[in-house]
């Protein structure tokens, strides 16, 4: 049973080189960037904002502020991925303090949430994107944060650390307390919402 | 105890997100905890299937296309040498854009401005007890601590030393321009400060935003002044400037609380940005005509600058006045001895516009004549160019006494806008457009009807714009075509669009 690959599509060197040529204005060097950090964005805003349509707009707004600040990036003790992540964790931030909303679920994308495989052996029963969100609502907001960094982008905890700032172990003191909390709420509410969808 | 289950979750979690182990492994390793960590490990696999979505393949498609064609535009223009063109090309639209902010703020702002400088200045620093303690420093036994400081970020030990010794330097920085010239060092130090942070991967915080917001709040208030220099308003300028691509760089490390803190001072450095350049335009007119204060005395005239010989470029010839009137008639200077701004004292009052007096401005080709500062309006210019190689500004402002009403003229082309102050906001009229070879201009008899009195003296200095054809350096052939004369025509004050007349030109 895998849980995912969290591995650097490159070497660091190479992503070093690359946001190198990147703030120099090399457009291949930019698109690789894009595609190696757009799934993982896209994740985390999703699992913060639960709506798809919000969720794209935000993602490419999260790249065109990277564009903003590549320029003066430089290698300082913050590795490009959490400096990235910084920025979309601020946008979602700020997004949620402009709307007035915090993370309520919109309109989700039926087809996405079916055409993901789901080995029976993995899972008791298939959630989708819509009622992950819907559990997380309640958590703290910290907690949010490391349940889509962790299993939304799937961040090492050291990772998780350095774009929230905060120590490895008061991360995994939150991811503890959230997968708790969400086994409990996940063992009930799943089947609460089908009875209602149903009745 | 829960700290020693939180680790074996956690190393239970990347041993299955690398692959290393299996559930049923990860739980034969820790056999006594394995009924706790089973259903707290099938919850995270969970999770992580369900938000393991991939996102539309259209949208990541559409959205990359736009992200790498704005990436290579965007650094390619910011790369470039030499002054930055956007700066030069965003003054007119920082100016239009910050003219309301500036009233508003000016009026929040006026007793400050009505303090003496080094009154504000110790109303921001009020750290008496600061002060003695780095007084006692210097004089005993912190020598040592104190030349070491210089180099303190936010948070570590010798920071508050720093800060004090900076008040002492403040204390005792007895003129206005050994203080000005603290204040542009301040601010800059607090720039870098926050730069510091962002270096060593530190969290910024609104207490160092803040900070940065005191300094720079004491400069904004300085720039009212008319008797900066170039070289300091120079330095504001490119301190704003600095502040922008800094606070703009260092965003993703502000802390969650700060943000607020963040846009402050992000606005603020906006506002000094268009106060500096103001300032910086102010000063290089008084440093290059010799005027006492600003361009528009009306019994001055400048002798001609034998450096001044660049013309601006112009697209417009010269045009009549809606109801067919002639312009008034306007110097045409010779084109190798132009001079670089003229400001002839002027003509009678016009209908409509009784007790104002006006001067003329001529600068190069163009000329026009504006109500003078006997009148109660000031003429400043906007934009000479990052590397004050410009001879004339970009742009001529002429504001009332109470700031409610300016008129904005770009020399090169005519271009007329009118901002008027009403109930907390700026309303733009566009009251004259040069659109390819035609020349619009507001209806006079809609603006009188919307503004009365005030429309007066916009029309006429809107009719009164004159820009003479470029001089041929060579013989212009006999058979050569005149180019006819550019056509006229009116259009409605109110409702315009930028750029959109409300009529078709009349020929």
Same mark, same amino acid.
């Given at each position: 049973m895998e849980f995912g690959s969290v591995a650097a599509p490159v070497s660091a060197e190479v992503e070093q080189e690359t946001i190198e040529r990147a703030r120099r204005g090399d457009q291949q060097a930019l698109a690789d960037i894009y595609d190696w950090y757009l799934p993982r964005i896209y994740r985390y805003v999703l699992a913060r904002v639960g709506n798809v349509i919000e969720a794209e707009d935000l993602t490419e707004d999260v790249f065109l502020r990277m564009l903003g600040g590549i320029a003066g990036y430089r290698m300082r003790n913050i590795p490009f991925s959490a400096w990235l992540f910084r920025i979309a964790h601020n946008h979602v931030v700020s997004y949620f303090r402009k709307s007035g909303a915090r993370g309520t679920p919109g309109i989700l994308d039926e087809q996405i949430a079916d055409a993901r495989?789901?080995?029976?052996?993995?899972?008791?029963?298939?959630?989708?994107?819509?009622?992950?969100?819907?559990?997380?609502?309640?958590?703290?907001?910290?907690?949010?944060?490391?349940?889509?960094?962790?299993?939304a982008v799937g961040l090492s905890v050291a990772e998780t650390a350095q774009v929230l700032g905060k120590r490895e172990g008061n991360v995994k003191a939150l991811q503890h307390k959230a997968v708790v909390r969400l086994q409990r709420v996940l063992a009930v509410k799943p089947e609460r919402w089908a009875a209602e969808g149903s009745g | 105890m829960r700290d020693r289950f939180e680790e074996r979750l956690n190393e239970c979690l990347e041993a299955l997100s690398s692959g290393q182990r299996t559930l049923e492994q990860c739980l034969a390793i #820790?056999?006594?905890?394995?009924?706790?960590?089973?259903?707290?490990?099938?919850?995270?696999?969970?999770?992580?299937?369900?938000?393991?979505?991939?996102?539309?393949?259209?949208?990541?498609?559409?959205? &990359?296309?736009?992200?790498?064609?704005?990436?290579?535009?965007?650094?390619? !223009?910011?790369?470039?040498?030499?002054?930055?063109?956007?700066?030069?090309?965003?003054?007119?639209?920082?100016?239009?854009?910050?003219?309301? &902010?500036?009233?508003?703020?000016?009026?929040?702002?006026?007793?400050?401005?009505?303090?003496?400088?080094?009154?504000?200045?110790?109303?921001?620093?009020?750290?008496?007890?600061?002060?003695? +303690?780095?007084?006692?420093?210097?004089?005993?036994?912190?020598?040592?601590?104190?030349?070491?400081?210089?180099?303190?970020?936010?948070?570590?030990?010798? #920071?508050?030393?720093?800060?004090?010794?900076?008040?002492?330097?403040?204390?005792?920085?007895?003129?206005?321009?050994?203080?000005?010239?603290?204040?542009? !060092?301040?601010?800059?130090?607090?720039?870098?400060?926050?730069?510091?942070?962002?270096?060593?991967?530190?969290?910024?915080?609104?207490?160092?935003?803040?900070?940065?917001?005191?300094?720079?709040?004491?400069?904004?208030?300085?720039?009212?002044?008319?008797?900066?220099?170039?070289?300091?308003?120079?330095?504001?300028?490119?301190?704003?400037?600095?502040?922008?691509?800094?606070?703009?760089?260092?965003?993703?490390?502000?802390?969650?609380?700060?943000?607020?803190?963040?846009?402050?001072?992000?606005?603020?450095?906006?506002?000094?940005?268009?106060?500096?350049?103001?300032?910086?335009?102010?000063?290089?007119?008084?440093?290059k005509s010799g005027k006492a204060e600003r361009i528009s005395a009306g019994d001055e005239t400048e002798e001609p600058s034998e450096e001044a010989t660049e013309t601006p470029p112009s697209e417009v010839t010269p045009t009549e006045g809606p109801g067919g009137e002639p312009s008034p008639p306007a110097p045409t200077p010779v084109p190798t001895d132009e001079p670089m701004v003229v400001v002839e004292p002027g003509s009678p009052s016009e209908e409509g516009t009784a007790g104002i007096v006006w001067d003329r401005v001529v600068m190069g080709r163009f000329s026009v004549e504006v109500p003078s500062q006997a009148s109660g309006?000031?003429?400043?210019?906007?934009?000479?160019?990052?590397?004050?190689?410009?001879?004339?500004?970009?742009?001529?402002?002429?504001?009332?006494?109470?700031?409610? +009403?300016?008129?904005?003229?770009?020399?090169?082309?005519?271009?007329?806008?009118?901002?008027?102050?009403?109930?907390?906001?700026?309303?733009?009229?566009?009251?004259?457009?040069?659109?390819?070879?035609?020349?619009?201009?507001?209806?006079p008899d809609a603006m009188r009807g919307f503004h009365a009195d005030y429309a007066g003296i916009v029309l006429h200095v809107v009719q009164s714009i004159d820009i003479a054809p470029p001089p041929t350096p060579t013989p212009v052939p006999t058979d050569t075509p005149t180019p006819p004369p550019a056509a006229t025509a009116t259009v409605a004050a109110s409702g315009l669009e930028p750029g959109v007349p409300a009529q078709t030109p009349v020929p």
């Open positions: 495989p789901g080995p029976a052996s993995m899972v008791e029963t298939r959630l989708t994107v819509e009622e992950v969100v819907r559990a997380t609502h309640d958590l703290p907001e910290a907690q949010r944060e490391v349940i889509a960094l962790r299993f | #820790y056999p006594r905890e394995a009924a706790r960590l089973e259903p707290l490990l099938r919850t995270a696999l969970r999770l992580r299937e369900t938000l393991s979505v991939e996102p539309r393949s259209e949208f990541a498609a559409a959205a &990359r296309e736009r992200f790498v064609v704005a990436g290579g535009q965007g650094l390619m !223009e910011a790369l470039r040498a030499g002054p930055r063109p956007s700066f030069v090309r965003a003054a007119r639209a920082r100016f239009l854009a910050a003219a309301q &902010r500036m009233v508003v703020a000016g009026q929040s702002r006026g007793w400050r401005a009505s303090l003496p400088q080094w009154v504000a200045g110790l109303n921001l620093r009020p750290a008496t007890a600061a002060l003695t +303690a780095v007084l006692l420093l210097f004089l005993g036994f912190g020598g040592f601590t104190v030349t070491t400081s210089g180099d303190a970020l936010p948070g570590e030990w010798n #920071y508050s030393v720093k800060r004090a010794t900076e008040n002492v330097r403040l204390t005792f920085a007895f003129s206005e321009g050994a203080r000005r010239d603290l204040n542009i !060092e301040l601010a800059g130090e607090r720039l870098s400060e926050i730069q510091g942070l962002a270096d060593k991967g530190r969290p910024i915080g609104e207490s160092v935003l803040n900070d940065l917001k005191g300094e720079t709040d004491s400069l904004v208030g300085n720039l009212g002044e008319s008797d900066w220099d170039t070289g300091d308003a120079r330095q504001v300028v490119e301190l704003a400037q600095q502040q922008q691509e800094v606070l703009a760089q260092v965003e993703p490390m502000v802390k969650e609380n700060a943000q607020d803190e963040l846009v402050a001072a992000m606005a603020l450095s906006e506002e000094v940005s268009v106060k500096a350049e103001q300032a910086y335009a102010l000063a290089l007119f008084t440093e309006w000031r003429l400043t210019g906007l934009g000479f160019g990052t590397d004050n190689s410009a001879p004339a500004p970009d742009l001529l402002r002429i504001t009332n006494v109470g700031g409610t +009403a300016i008129i904005v003229i770009n020399p090169r082309n005519g271009d007329t806008f009118w901002y008027e102050y009403k109930d907390g906001l700026f309303e733009e009229f566009i009251v004259r457009v040069a659109v390819a070879d035609e020349v619009w201009q507001a209806d």
